[in-house]
């Protein structure tokens, strides 16, 4: 029997600047930022006879992250506008998230068969609070009419503007009072109550698998795992649903949707059934040959991020009233008299057709996404000292989360897009534009709707931003213009509805090669693979569905997005290099030298790491809007992909290092009105990548069990430039298209450093 327990435990905290809260004024107590982490890991090893082996292991984590601001009031604060706040108003918030997980394993052999069975329980509590707005912020902006009706004459733009923010900061001339109110979705908590989650997420994996000695050269493993992960829920309630929640699809519209509280965002997936297969085979019975090969399905549940964003986001948990004192002509309200919000008869719980608010949220047939990952390889010891890996490596995402916005525009099936271009192809004769187009009817005329719109974008054929500003700053003329309230979007009452679905998919194959050798003091390994990784996951900047959303080019043709994936290498080839010199006792020279001289000279190892892979993709953007949602299409583009070059002279483009050619810029053309641009995502390829590290390791033997081990260390040892990626907007300025501005590796780096071991 074996029992084990170690604990560890650590404490932090600095004065968050990161986020501006340094102390204004110096002796006045800094916003910081800090908490505690700490885990303990302990486990049970129980031999229960010769063939019967149980393993018990637990585990606890926990990292807390406070940002705590000293200085805000319970009470009403002031910021103000020709100099700087002295008390900081922010508020404080934080979270963590403790996990506790249990794990257990039987093995027992049976003849030729090892048979192991467990199971694993983790349970992870989602933790966070929030005080913002909870107490009055009073702004004395000249904003919300708050500009003060006197001032001296003969003053310039600029002048004036100082004047009257000074005049509102001396006098205390209110713009605006704002509190923000949060509720249960039944009741309202009191005023100064922060909001406080507890999301739990519970996992649940057991498994039975055998590994069965076929034959002397045979082994066969084989199993399966089944995973539960319920829908995490919120422990004291505080969880919504949007209803009616058969709506929400692409087909669907409303105008009505209304919140109401339940912890079921989605259905249970009971049938997360994972099997797993592999095998390992000596075809020639001589030990230098090895064939091994498997399969498997591995499952994983919804991450924090997602729940995080759509609890956030779901209406009706927190209302700011905010109060405009002084938005009435001729009024003059200052900090004594000015009235503070007051808690709203109830919460709101059904948004007005407004297009205003944000909404995220799960789709009731979630499921539990999952990879598939099956390999196959060959290795061969071809000569002494020497091996040979070859094998296949694949991987298959299914049913992986992903976002799409229901709320996107509709230009293609309603007229919407032959009205844009009845006006964008007539900027110089509007009256020749019918007064039955549908822009038209809503601005009352041609002229009225370039207006309100914007010339250039007509001119630039931006159809999805010309849709997004019709329907959201001029949807109340619809009515009188007899268009029907979903002429553009489906859900009125918002933005955008970002629904999480299971429409994720990615896939990679990838041929991987591992030769070794060793001949001597001297080893060495090299490592190449030939892959390719296809994906439709746009959300590059935040790490992955569901941690941030990256709009698609059209949420109602998701296959557009599909491409190569962010981190798609094709080529990669790793060398790494051992080598002890062969001085020393026991070595070729100097064999006979003295204990001091040998401590001195001998044993020391030179180690080097090569690495050259491709360059990363990238897509190049239109800068403009001209499919139907408000993301930047695509460029144009005709010819051959595989372009690009550094290119370090003027290049006829402008100063600057270059990626393009003039010749290849002019390949590149923009999308017209309702089309994404044919050039496609991570069609292109970056600039490759070349390092190489070194090092000199020497170990010094003091006196018995104490040493002191020497590094020299070499990072980017020939000082290679290793690029970034070109400027991507096309539809920006032309002498930054295809620009170079920052490279991906830093340069040359020595350190040496002395580490002593007792």
């Not at 002048?159 to 923010?165: E, K, L």
């Not at 205390?172 to 309202?188: A, D, K, P």
């Not at 955008?496 to 001597?520: I, K, P, T």
């Not at 403009?624 to 290049?651: C, F, L, M, V």
């Amino acid at each position: 029997m074996h029992v084990f327990e170690r604990t560890s435990w650590q404490r932090n905290t600095a004065i968050d600047s990161l986020n501006g809260a340094q102390n204004v004024i110096p002796g006045q107590a800094p916003g910081t930022q800090g908490g505690k982490r700490w885990g303990l890991a302990g486990g049970w090893d129980w031999t229960i006879s010769a063939s019967i082996v149980n393993e018990f292991r637990y585990g606890h984590q926990s990292a807390s992250v406070d940002f705590n601001r000293p200085e805000r009031e319970p009470g009403p604060m002031v910021s103000f506008n020709t100099w700087t706040t002295p008390i900081l108003t922010a508020f404080p918030q934080g979270r963590n998230s403790p996990v506790n997980e249990y794990t257990d394993n039987l093995t027992q052999i049976h003849g030729s068969h090892t048979f192991k069975y467990g199971g694993q329980l983790r349970f992870t509590k989602q933790y966070g609070f929030n005080d913002a707005g909870i107490y009055p912020n009073i702004s004395l902006s000249t904003a919300n009419g708050n500009v003060p009706s006197v001032g001296p004459a003969g003053l310039t733009s600029q002048q004036t503007t100082t004047f009257q923010g000074m005049y509102n900061d001396l006098l205390g001339r209110v713009s605006s009072v704002t509190e923000t109110y949060y509720s249960n979705l039944t009741n309202w908590q009191a005023a100064g109550t922060p909001r406080v989650r507890n999301f739990l997420f519970h996992e649940y994996g057991f498994f039975a698998q055998d590994d069965w000695k076929v034959r002397h050269n045979l082994t066969l493993n084989y199993g399966i795992r089944w995973e539960f992960f319920p829908v995490p829920y919120e422990q004291n309630g505080q969880q919504g649903i949007l209803t009616p929640t058969n709506v929400f699809n692409t087909g669907g519209e409303s105008d009505s949707i209304t919140v109401k509280p339940s912890t079921k965002w989605w259905n249970n997936d009971w049938h997360s059934f994972a099997p797993r297969f592999g095998f390992a085979w000596d075809p020639f019975g001589d030990g230098k040959t090895s064939v091994r090969g498997g399969f498997g399905i591995f499952y994983d549940r919804i991450v924090g991020a997602a729940t995080s964003s759509v609890d956030g986001a779901t209406p009706g948990f927190s209302q700011a009233v905010t109060l405009y004192p002084n938005s009435t002509a001729g009024s003059d309200v200052r900090i004594a008299t000015a009235q503070l919000p007051t808690q709203p008869a109830s919460p709101a719980l059904t948004p007005a057709t407004n297009r205003q608010t944000a909404l995220d949220l799960m789709s009731t047939n979630l499921t539990n996404g999952y990879v598939q990952q099956w390999n196959l390889n060959v290795q061969r010891q071809i000569a002494k000292d020497t091996i040979l890996d070859v094998g296949y490596v694949a991987n298959r995402g299914v049913k992986l989360f992903f976002q799409t916005n229901l709320d996107q525009s509709y230009i293609y099936n309603n007229g919407f897009l032959t009205a844009f271009n009845q006006i964008a192809n007539n900027l110089t004769n509007l009256s020749a534009v019918p007064l039955s187009n549908p822009i038209v009817s809503v601005f009352g005329s041609a002229a009225a709707a370039v207006s309100g719109i914007g010339s250039s974008v007509f001119s630039q054929g931006q159809v999805g931003a010309a849709a997004n500003t019709m329907d959201v700053n001029h949807y109340s003329a619809y009515a009188a213009a007899g268009i029907s309230e979903y002429y553009l979007r489906h859900f009125p009452q918002f933005s955008s509805v970002l629904l999480g679905n299971n429409d994720g998919r990615s896939e990679y194959n990838s041929l991987q090669a591992r030769l070794m050798r060793q001949f001597g003091a001297f080893r060495a390994i090299a490592n190449f693979t030939w892959s390719k990784s296809l994906d439709n996951d746009l959300s590059s900047a935040t790490g992955g569905e569901g941690n941030g959303f990256a709009a698609p080019l059209d949420s109602f043709n998701e296959g557009l997005d599909r491409g190569r994936s962010n981190f798609d290498i094709p080529y990669a080839l790793t060398l790494t290099s051992i080598y002890t010199l062969p001085i020393g006792k026991g070595h070729r020279f100097a064999g006979n030298i003295p204990h001091w001289a040998n401590t001195i000279i001998g044993g020391w190892d030179i180690g080097a790491t090569w690495i050259w892979e491709s360059g990363s993709p990238f897509t190049v953007s239109s800068g403009r809007e001209t499919g139907p949602s408000t993301s930047n299409t695509w460029a144009d583009y005709t010819g051959s992909r595989n372009i690009g070059g550094i290119h370090a002279t003027n290049n006829g483009i402008g100063p600057g290092i270059y990626y393009f050619t003039p010749a290849q810029v002019a390949a590149f053309s923009e999308p017209i009105a309702g089309d994404v641009g044919s050039s496609g995502r991570n069609t292109f390829r970056g600039p490759a990548f070349f390092d190489i590290d070194a090092s000199m390791v020497k170990r010094f033997e003091l006196m018995e069990r104490k040493y002191i081990t020497f590094r020299a260390e070499a990072y980017n040892l020939c000082n290679t430039v290793d690029f970034a990626n070109p400027a991507v907007n096309f539809g920006g300025a032309a002498s930054s298209f295809g620009k170079i501005s920052s490279v991906v590796n830093n340069p040359r780096i020595m350190q040496m450093a002395l580490r002593f071991d007792f």
